[in-house]
């Protein structure tokens, strides 16, 4: 059965480039019928925070992204501690022991000559005694995977035929010198335990991807399918990363965006097919699909996202929206008005309130100076609330009787007076919900 994973470290909160990866995976598994684990890579004790494992939820749950299954990995630390000793017992796992400092010294003389810097393996030439000494003298040392140096090939969902010198890659370290077993050996061991048979993430893993197939095999596993997404940059092809923090789920839905137009845009947005908006995530379920992505960095502009949003709550029907509106304290019976009035003159749904003070208390009125009696003669050809259907038809034809205006020159200075602004919903429809009088604020 197919299975995925979002596999978030709990140590912020959730962005746009995450939603990518978190997205892509959730649509696999849904098309497939298959299972979507939320896992999260809460090995790091100082940098998880639970405040950030609830907030991750929270936005998934938000967005509509709701998973079968959810998994820490703080809570498997044992499973891990047995794959180490199964890697051990295989040959596959030794201790080092060289400090960051030295670390850093070998890279860099390696660098000099040309070479890339790749671990030496220094600490498999350690003699017992040797070995010993160093343990005396610096106590636990890291653990490293011993890889094969042959090639390591995948054909990549997104990437295609992928194939790496494993020689060209230094032997990963996957437990620290602290004992803390790393990501790169949790993760193989939650994939293969877990079932799961598709790996979406970003183009920042394939290395890491490398070794893990080789961990995978060591393990006795069976290698899932790999895709790596292309990662996001701005608009101009700027780095993206710095501005993760504003770009974070939770500030866009302070913004008012609303999910289906987040998640339509980020499920088309670096792919051949062309943006659409969609209403129901069945229908993004349906029309997914990852190998219309392409390697190239993909460019994101958050102001894409507004018009979508707009348009999305603009063919939305009332039920969606009856709570917000009753919310405002929109009469039930006005309700369905109200809502065909705003519908097309909101960007968010926080606008609806603007316009239902406006219809509750009457707008500070938009007067043009040349317009001034003009507009005093018409509101005194205008009755008192409530108005009706008809009401607007009726007055605007006293107004041109009595002032011989007409065209722009009649209607645009009544639009201004009634709702203080240039555009806006059919005057028509909205005189039925003035509640006060206009000019009477
Ligand atoms: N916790 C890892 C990350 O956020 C997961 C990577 C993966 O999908 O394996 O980068």
């Known amino acids: 059965m197919t299975t995925t994973r979002f596999a978030p470290s709990p140590t912020g909160y959730l962005h746009i480039g995450n939603l990518r990866t978190a997205l892509f995976n959730f649509l696999i598994a849904r098309a497939a019928g298959g299972t979507f684990i939320l896992r999260l890579d809460d090995t790091d004790p100082e940098r998880s925070k639970s405040e950030y494992a609830d907030a991750i939820q929270e936005?998934?749950?938000?967005?509509?992204?709701?998973?079968?299954?959810?998994?820490?990995?703080?809570?498997?630390?044992?499973?891990?501690?047995?794959?180490?000793?199964?890697?051990r017992n295989a040959g596959r796992f030794y201790e080092a022991f060289e400090t960051p400092?030295?670390?850093?010294?070998?890279?860099?003389?390696q660098l000099n000559m040309g070479k890339p810097p790749v671990y030496d393996r220094a600490a498999l030439d350690l003699t017992d005694d040797a070995r010993a000494a160093l343990k005396a003298e610096?106590?636990?040392?890291?653990?490293r995977f011993k890889l094969d140096h042959e090639r390591i090939e995948w054909v990549d969902g997104i990437l295609s035929e992928i194939s790496?010198?494993?020689?060209?890659v230094s032997d990963p370290v996957l437990i620290r010198q602290d004992g803390q077993v790393l990501y790169t050996l949790a993760s193989v061991v939650d994939d293969t335990e877990m079932g799961v048979t598709h790996v979406v993430r970003g183009s920042d893993h394939v290395t890491n991807t490398a070794t893990q197939i080789q961990i995978i095999q060591a393990l006795g596993g069976a290698v899932p399918e790999f895709a790596h997404h292309s990662l996001l940059t701005g608009p101009q092809g700027e780095k993206l990363s710095k501005r993760f923090e504003s770009l974070s789920l939770r500030g866009l839905r302070e913004q008012g965006v609303e999910?289906?137009?987040?998640?339509?845009?980020?499920?088309r947005l670096g792919s051949s097919d062309p943006v659409e908006l969609r209403n129901k995530m069945g229908e993004l379920i349906d029309g997914f699909d990852i190998s219309r992505f392409g390697a190239a960095p993909t460019k994101f502009d958050e102001a894409d996202l507004a018009p979508l949003s707009a348009r999305y709550l603009a063919g939305l029907p009332l039920a969606a929206v009856a709570d917000d509106i009753a919310a405002l304290g929109v009469p039930?019976?006005?309700?369905?008005?109200?809502?065909?009035?705003?519908?097309?003159?909101?960007a968010i749904r926080g606008d609806m309130a603007q316009w239902w003070a406006l219809f509750r208390d009457g707008a500070a009125p938009l007067v043009d100076d040349e317009d001034r009696d003009f507009v005093a003669t018409?509101?005194?050809l205008l009755g008192e609330p409530p108005y009706g259907p008809d009401t607007w038809g009726t007055w605007t034809s006293d107004v041109k009787e009595a002032?011989?205006?007409k065209g722009r020159g009649l209607f645009m200075p009544l639009r201004k007076a009634v709702t203080g602004r240039e555009r806006g919903p059919e005057m028509a429809e909205v005189m039925p919900l003035l509640q006060v009088k206009p000019g009477n604020r």
């Open 138 to 143: 610096r106590g636990q040392g890291v653990w």
């Open 101 to 109: 400092v030295e670390l850093d010294l070998k890279r860099k003389k």
């Open 59 to 87: 936005d998934l749950e938000w967005l509509g992204l709701t998973w079968d299954r959810i998994e820490k990995q703080s809570d498997r630390l044992d499973r891990y501690a047995s794959a180490a000793d199964q890697l």
């Open 403 to 405: 002032t011989a205006r």
């Open 164 to 168: 790496i010198d494993a020689a060209s």
């Open 332 to 346: 039930g019976g006005q309700a369905e008005a109200f809502w065909q009035v705003v519908r097309e003159n909101i």
């Open 378 to 380: 018409a509101l005194n």
């Open 259 to 267: 999910p289906m137009a987040i998640l339509s845009h980020m499920a």
